[in-house]
């Protein structure tokens, strides 16, 4: 499958999760199963299936520890050894965990190839590149902020880190134009940043030919449907309003377990909401589950001490080896030519002879 | 066997694939001369009991698989998910970000695609998920799944050996997803239909008979190495004998058979003979074995249980001859396997004692459970405590770089000790650019058994990236020496050098060393230990 072709898939299949709530609520005014049997649904799936999946990988043994090495090794005294990168125990594994679940150090130290000829004569650059990082950690942590902001429409009363949040997020972009003076609310830094973060996650898939080879239908669409929830929100925030306390009714409803489902809440929030479900649903299923699989990651999760700690091998079985009787018994005569000691002298050798 | 391109012809590198390709599943594999090493010898197999042995050539249509070889694969592939969480998480967790992509040597060298190790891996995924994961089962193409065929099989074993295992894609991957586990885990699945390449199977069969990968006998072992006492008593004027499987002594030394074997490596082992003599005055009591005379373990690119099964001797051997600890040489995937498998194979090697220096009395206190120690910190810590009297004059005319290989770089972070022992011997080191070396380091291009004749032209590809940094510093800082610590990388970058860069040589660490040592009572030396004139010493009288 050629990438047009993975795109034309994804962005179907997104333009589908956008008719289903548009006609289900809009047309057919579904607003129950919309706003709650597909939520609850959603979220099952996504802890229950979260949990199957942590728990299958899980069942699978770490049969050797195979930390990869990315620093000098604990050693001798006088040898400065780099505890994070090549961590000799838990607290050193620990480090080398948050760094890479928090600023994602691996992929910080992406390089880009630059391959020239001169005269016919190859010459190799490792230039500076961490537009990925940066995309990934914008996009990252502009979900989370956004996510936590939206603790606001299920809390009451309002934590208070959400409401610093949201002002935070707020303040910066407080007289931007063009957003300003059309009698629109402040705009949200986060919102731009994810859609900025997005926007480049996807360019990249198609303007780099390396990424564009790789990128499946199933990187696309994760893209596309976040990309959906971005814009949905960001429309329903910015030009469609939505009654706010109703959808609050209806998100503290959801999460206190006892749900209603008021009337007259614009159909572009069920939309948002079925975006969202499908992405939460489709989560355990997907490569999103990067996000607990890097947790149990053995070559990042180890630590490199398998010369001075003795790891086991819970499968570990018997094989056949060639002892060193066998490889004796071959080479025994050579062996006393050779003025080689032997374990059995060349009188034992002779006397099994004889007797067989 | 096909010709090798000249280096301009293989320097026309494209690394871009075209927009509008149909897409890498319509592709199917073509085999190329040059790129792929010869299928195993029957008898190599039938030697260690592998399955399904035969006469097969990769470039013929039938390889003659077994009637039900699908079935093995997807047996042998589900009872490896259930063993190992690695596999699981990697078939599950990759992005394609595409950060691994530019990263792998193979690539760079070639430009081939499926060279891109987020492909290769995905060669292997996509079967995965067809047989795996319900979206593969429903969705097919569309959830990136497709059916295992016979041209599946042959693209998975075309592109996993030509993957040398080296992890430098793994050091940039967010998730750690490391393609080498991949690629031992796909041999392991090729092995089950008996899909070996000839140039491992090979020294497999030799090591589990004769104890090493060249099948070289006890006999020969000590012939060779008496050899090499003559060769460095015509240098220094002194005998220097080795023991060979002495019950009783302290220490059993076990180096990759290559250093017994061919230039340069020969110049190495000589290097270790040289300081094991040395210290013999100061309490050395060391042996050879004729047995375990392999540090090397190709079982290690064969699978997991052949790589114990070789490994194995190591530990036999130490407990026959009644040893304390066991001191390793210069060697690459020889220290990931003693590093992160030995004691989990074979140990615990309770019979042995925690290695103690017996001349400077330091506890290897990171070989506390293996009792395994690196020649190098073996050396690095006699340097330290000035047990060594050396001369560096004697490598003036070489102006030296270091290539850290892969494993011991990506498996262990053994990084400092060698630079350490070459800064006590050498004047003139300059380090390669830092995108090049330490845990970024490139793999020589030939590891993890692709060290064939047959597969040249791949090997000065994956060697690429290497040679380009060594003609960086030898361009920038007249470098005409590129030592390592790894018999593979020995045995493998003359070539390359001889390709790429031209006036460049190799050489192993202890080589140097032993140039360096200053004996009592030795003959002047007016030669290194390749019988090469020292400069400013030819013409001066013997005294």
Known sequence: ?356 | MADTPKPAETAKIDHYPSPFEKGWMNKQVEIKPGIYCYGSNPKNLEYVGMPYPKEWNPTEEDWKLPENWKEIIEEGFKDRLDKFRSLKLFMDICVRCGACADKCHFFIGSGDPKNMPVMRAELLRSVYRRNHTIGGKLLGPFAGARELTEDVLKEWWYYLYQCTECRRCSLFCPYGIDMAEITILGRELTNLLGLNIDWIAAPVANCYRTGNHLGIQPHAFKDMLEFFTDEIEDITGIRMEQDFNRKGAEILFITPSGDVFADPGTFTCMGYMMLFHYLKDQGLDITWSTYASEGGNFGYFTSHEMAKRLNAKMYAEAKRLGVKWILGGECGHMWRVLNQYMDTFNGPADFLEEPVSPITGTKFENAKTTKMTHIIEFTADLMKHNKLKLDPSRNDHLKVTFHDSCNPARGMGFLEEPRYVIKNVCNNFYEMPPETIREQTFCCGSGAGLNAGENLELRMRGGLPRANAVKYVHEKHGVNMLSCICAIDRAVLPNLMEYWVPEVDVTGVHEMVANALVFEGEKKRTTDLRGESLPGMEDEEDV
């Open chain 1, 1 to 356: 499958m050629n990438f047009v072709l993975s795109i034309l898939f994804s962005s179907f299949a997104v333009i589908v999760v956008v008719l289903i709530p548009w006609i289900g609520v809009g047309a057919l005014d579904l607003r129950i199963l919309f706003g709650i049997i597909i939520p609850y649904a959603a979220m099952v799936t996504f802890f229950v299936g979260i949990v199957v999946r942590v728990i299958d990988w899980s069942r699978s043994p770490v049969p050797f520890r195979i930390p990869t090495t990315a620093g000098q090794e604990w050693s001798f005294p006088w040898i400065k050894s780099n505890p994070i990168d090549n961590p000799k125990g838990t607290g050193g594994v620990v480090i080398r965990m948050i760094f890479e679940v928090l600023t994602f150090r691996s992929l910080f130290r992406n390089t880009r190839l630059e391959y020239r000829r001169i005269d016919g004569v190859p010459k190799i650059d490792y230039e500076w590149e961490k537009w990925l990082w940066v995309a990934a950690l914008l996009f990252h942590y502009s979900f989370l902020v956004i996510f936590l902001r939206h603790f606001r429409f299920f809390t009451e009363p309002v934590p208070g880190f959400v409401t610093l949040l949201q002002n935070l997020d707020g303040f910066m972009q407080m007289g931007a134009a063009p957003f300003n003076g059309f009698g629109l609310p402040g705009v949200y830094l986060t919102d731009m940043l994810l859609m900025a973060a997005l926007t480049w996650l996807l360019l990249r898939r198609i303007l780099y030919s390396q990424i564009r080879y790789i990128s499946l239908p199933a990187d696309y669409f994760p893209l596309f449907l976040i990309i959906a929830l971005g814009f949905s929100g960001m429309l329903m925030r910015y030009l469609f309003r939505v009654d706010v306390t109703k959808v609050k009714e209806l998100a503290i409803g959801l999460f206190k377990f006892s749900p209603v489902s008021p009337e007259g809440i614009g159909v572009i929030f069920y939309i948002h909401l079925f975006i969202l479900c499908v992405l939460i649903a489709y989560f355990p299923f997907s490569k999103l589950m990067h996000l607990a699989g890097i947790f149990l990651s053995p070559t990042r999760n180890l630590s490199n001490n398998s010369r001075f700690v003795r790891h086991v091998n819970p499968w570990s079985y018997p094989v056949k080896t060639h002892t060193y009787e066998e490889y004796e018994d071959e080479f025994r005569d050579k062996m006393i030519e050779a003025g080689l000691p032997v374990d059995k002298g060349a009188e034992s050798t002779a006397e099994t002879e004889e007797k067989e």
